[in-house]
């Protein structure tokens, strides 16, 4: 689309929340805009021209990845929105510059040659993930969130920020919020208010994600005090009885009175989506919760066509176990001589084996324990066992492979954001840290990618309330006890979410969006897997040490280890090469 005057051209994926506010502010100028439509792209092509690229980026509340030509200045610029919801890849292909949200849109380029980038391989291998500025392509760049990237004459090529997580992190904690707990639910509860106002706008059928979790269930309540028919609310489960918590979505929904659909996931299923997950994911990516997301956001696209979702809530509010129990256990050993810590953790890898796990598995769900209880307890111990400061134990938890270069022909992890403690927030509290570091990397480079190409797969539009600037910044006004208190986590959105669904639909074993993977690969997709782990197919690859993961794969399928997410990421590498 063009602006008013013609100079500026935009290409724009996403959406602008508070465009209309936008219109407002322009309205009462002096050099208002003739308005020729109601879109949000118009919006942000006047405010541009109005305000500039980098005000109007300061002042647009959204989810977005745009491109903006300058025709006076001849200056291209990109830009990618806060939280990194919307992708944006570039680089140079021959004597082009190359930008999109897809890889596969770069790669139609006529010249593209790029070689796969080893380290980028060792990357995922390492995080399940490949994260920003890196991609699977030498050559090719992920821009970071909160940043522009402007090329042309006079223009420095290099990413700048608009916007700094760190900055506000910071602050925010350095400015707390003073008032009870119910007050804090309070104000929690008008932004949120305020924030769906504007995400619940739609021409187009609109409904929400629901787990039966805090997060999710909190959003579908404020979603349905404020609709006046019943929202469409959509969740999947499992055949597999310790991973299914369709039931306690359906509660909710009950509860709330939304129009709810539900789908159990099998195996056959899962073996279905693995295989399409190459191009649906574009780049290797190698969450496998990316099988659940897949399978939802095509189930919620036959009824709505935007879905609002409870991501970021867990980053924001303290939900993941991680952070009550890493603090814990640093604070318990973590003064211990690292030979003794090792010993430890040596110890702890032990109930990792599958059979350990199936005899604590029931215990753990009577005692209000996750399902996946025994590999959490090892990896973490085996973490503890090693580190040599809290920060490391991070560095760790998020890991599934350390020895990258061991694995990998010719390549290993390079340091990132996650492994450069002294890029985060400096934040007093040990989960603190561990969030801001999440809110950095983990969500940005893992949730928000599965979330976003999954349902973009699906011709699905996806929209996260809780990552709206108003609720992050509120959230680490916070402090840290009105978010984990006793072993409670997420205290002041669980004391919102009682106000609307019954403490006793909620109360019950963190999972996540865990899928029995570890089976999975034992069982229905075996055969699948052993085709792209033979030593065939690896030595075409060229990619791995064939004697290492076939090492690994025999360990899982004779059920000495649970390797299943380890082996899945070699898995995911494999599968994109063999698409081509």
């Not at 039931?247 to 399409?276: F, K, M, R, S």
């Not at 991501?311 to 640093?330: M, Q, T």
């Not at 050993?333 to 059979?355: K, V």
């Not at 709206?468 to 984990?484: H, Y």
Request: one cysteine or more; proline letters at 5%; hydrophobic letters at 40%.
């Amino acid at each position: 689309m063009a602006s008013e005057t013609g100079r500026f051209l935009i290409t724009f994926n996403g959406e602008i929340y508070n465009h209309l506010n936008l219109r407002r502010e322009m309205a009462n100028d002096s050099f208002a805009p003739n308005w020729r439509g109601h879109s949000d792209t118009e919006t942000l092509l006047a405010a541009i021209e109005r305000w500039g690229i980098e005000t109007t980026l300061r002042r647009a509340t959204g989810m977005f990845a745009f491109a903006v030509w300058d025709r006076a200045e001849r200056t291209l610029t990109l830009a990618r929105d806060r939280m990194g919801e919307k992708p944006l890849y570039y680089g140079r292909v021959g004597k082009s510059l190359v930008f999109g949200s897809e890889l596969r849109a770069l790669r139609a380029h006529p010249e593209f040659d790029c070689a796969i980038d080893r380290n980028a391989v060792a990357l995922l291998l390492q995080y399940n993930a490949i994260p920003a500025p890196h991609s699977i392509f030498a050559g090719i760049s992920k821009l970071p969130p909160a940043t522009y990237l402007q090329i042309g004459d006079g223009a420095s090529a290099i990413p700048q920020s608009y916007w700094s997580f760190r900055d506000l992190a910071e602050q925010a904690t350095a400015n707390p919020f003073h008032g009870s707990t119910d007050a804090a639910a309070d104000r929690l509860e008008t932004l949120l208010g305020d924030v769906l106002e504007g995400q619940m706008l739609s021409d187009v059928p609109l409904g929400a994600f629901l787990s039966g979790g805090v997060d999710s269930s909190a959003i579908a309540a404020l979603m349905q005090s404020r609709s006046s028919r019943p929202v469409r609310t959509f969740s999947i489960g499992f055949s597999e009885a310790a991973f299914n918590e369709a039931e306690h979505a359906a509660a909710v929904a009950a509860h709330l009175g939304t129009d709810h659909t539900e789908l159990v996931v099998t195996q056959a299923d899962a073996l279905e989506t693995a295989q399409d997950l190459p191009s649906l994911y574009d780049e290797p990516f190698a969450d496998a919760s990316q099988i659940p997301t897949a399978i939802l956001s095509r189930l919620t696209r036959q009824y709505v066509t935007v879905a609002l979702s409870g991501d970021g809530a867990d980053e924001l509010f303290g939900g993941y176990n991680r952070y009550v129990w890493a603090p814990k256990l640093w604070r318990s050993i973590g003064g211990i001589p690292r030979p003794l810590r090792h010993l430890i953790g040596h110890a702890l890898l032990g109930i990792s084996s599958p059979d350990f796990g199936r005899l604590i598995e029931p215990a753990s769900v009577r005692l209000g324990l996750p399902v996946t209880l025994s590999r959490k307890l090892s990896k973490l111990g085996a973490t503890v066992g090693s580190a040599r400061t809290f920060d490391e134990v991070y560095i760790g938890i998020v890991s599934e492979w350390m020895d990258t270069d061991a694995v990998v022909i010719d390549g290993g992890a390079p340091k990132t954001m996650a492994s450069s403690p002294e890029q985060w927030p400096k934040l007093r509290e040990g989960a603190s840290r561990l969030m801001a570091a999440d809110t950095l990397t983990y969500l940005p480079d893992d949730i928000l990618i599965k979330v976003d190409r999954a349902a973009m797969a699906a011709s699905l539009e996806t929209r996260a309330p809780y990552l709206d600037p108003r609720v992050v910044e509120f959230a680490w006004r916070l402090p840290l006890s009105e978010k984990i208190s006793g072993g409670e986590t997420k205290r002041v959105l669980r004391r919102l979410l009682y106000r609307h669904v019954p403490k006793s639909l909620i109360e019950r074993p963190k999972q996540g969006f865990a899928v029995p993977l570890d089976d999975w690969l034992r069982s229905g997709l075996r055969d699948w897997a052993e085709d792209l782990l033979s030593p065939e197919k690896l030595r075409a690859s060229n990619l791995f040490d064939v004697e290492q993961v076939r090492s690994v794969w025999r360990q899982h399928l004779t059920r000495r280890r649970q390797c299943g997410n380890r082996l899945w990421s070699i898995l995911m590498v494999q599968a994109w090469v063999e698409q081509g």
